[in-house]
């Protein structure tokens, strides 16, 4: 009974990590399955209610998992250190190969976990089982939340700050400021790693990792552009990134350059 039990319990959890579009990498689009990360105090079903049907139409294999959350089921992830987060990413990277028999995965992530899509294939030595990385408005470099980090800096209040954010159980929440321990680490040396294929996306009226710029990584093999570049007339914010059918598009174009399509520009939420 315990030999069936155990049995039972992991064929349910090989099911968790199936997409419903193909079991295997030769049968996904873009050849590789696609690992959505979500962003800061977010899930992954919540944060890619829209994008993650809208990448299985298009025929790609999605998975999402939630992150980083500081008490298990909690509905609230990302909150964990960075460092911590970063593991539990990778040992879901490894289980979604494993699963699908891909050599590598695409990774689509939304702001802290648009950080995590450079954080992982750098530090963590993850390159090699990474073929494509879509970054929704990262704090690569660290966001001044519309210059409240840059006040704090001018008064002297900045450690006073990073012990608030800590007291509140967000441990990432500091690592992601401009001189934040995780963005040292990713931005000491080259961000971009060899083999991996970037696309860094921002808005102009992001107001949250600003300024909007600190997102890009100017180095080779790595395509950045605001969302404006293509959709003028697009207000999109920061969390709307992720709702917006233009940006959909963007996203389908960078996974699968061989069968980019034609964007179709909406009016993405401006929160």
Not at 118 to 125: A, C, E, I, N, T
Not at 162 to 180: H, I, K, R, Y
Not at 222 to 235: E, G, I, K, L, S
Request: glycine share 12%; hydrophobic share 40%; charged share 10%.
């Amino acid at each position: 009974m315990r030999k069936i039990a155990i049995a039972v319990v992991l064929a349910v959890l090989a099911s968790l990590f199936l997409p419903s579009t193909a079991a295997t990498a030769e049968g996904c689009r873009g050849g590789a399955p696609v690992v959505l990360l979500h962003g800061l105090g977010a899930n992954g079903p919540d944060n890619f209610s829209f994008l993650d049907p809208y990448l299985r139409q298009a025929g790609y294999c999605t998975f999402t998992l939630t992150y980083g959350q500081a008490a298990p089921g909690s509905p609230v992830g990302g909150t964990t250190a960075i460092e911590n987060s970063s593991r539990e990413i990778a040992a879901f990277i490894d289980r979604v190969r494993q699963v699908t028999g891909a050599a590598k995965v695409a990774l689509v992530g939304h702001s802290e976990g648009a950080f995590q899509s450079l954080y992982v294939p750098k530090v963590l030595g993850y390159a090699g089982k990474v073929s494509r990385v879509v970054a929704l408005a990262p704090p690569t470099h660290g966001t001044d939340v519309s210059g409240l980090v840059t006040l704090a800096d001018l008064l002297g209040l900045r450690p006073a700050v990073d012990a608030v954010l800590n007291s509140a159980g967000c441990q990432s929440c500091p690592e992601m400021l401009p001189g934040g321990s995780a963005v040292e680490a990713l931005t000491s040396g080259p961000v971009a790693q060899p083999g991996v294929d970037y696309t860094i996306i921002a808005s102009r009226t992001d107001v949250v990792v600003t300024p909007p710029a600190t997102s890009f990584v100017p180095e080779s093999g790595v395509h950045n552009a605001f969302v404006q570049d293509t959709c003028p007339a697009d207000p999109v914010g920061h969390g709307g990134l992720a709702f917006d059918g233009g940006v959909a598009d963007m996203i389908g174009n960078a996974l699968d350059p061989a069968g980019a399509g034609p964007v179709h520009c909406t009016a993405g939420p401006p929160l």
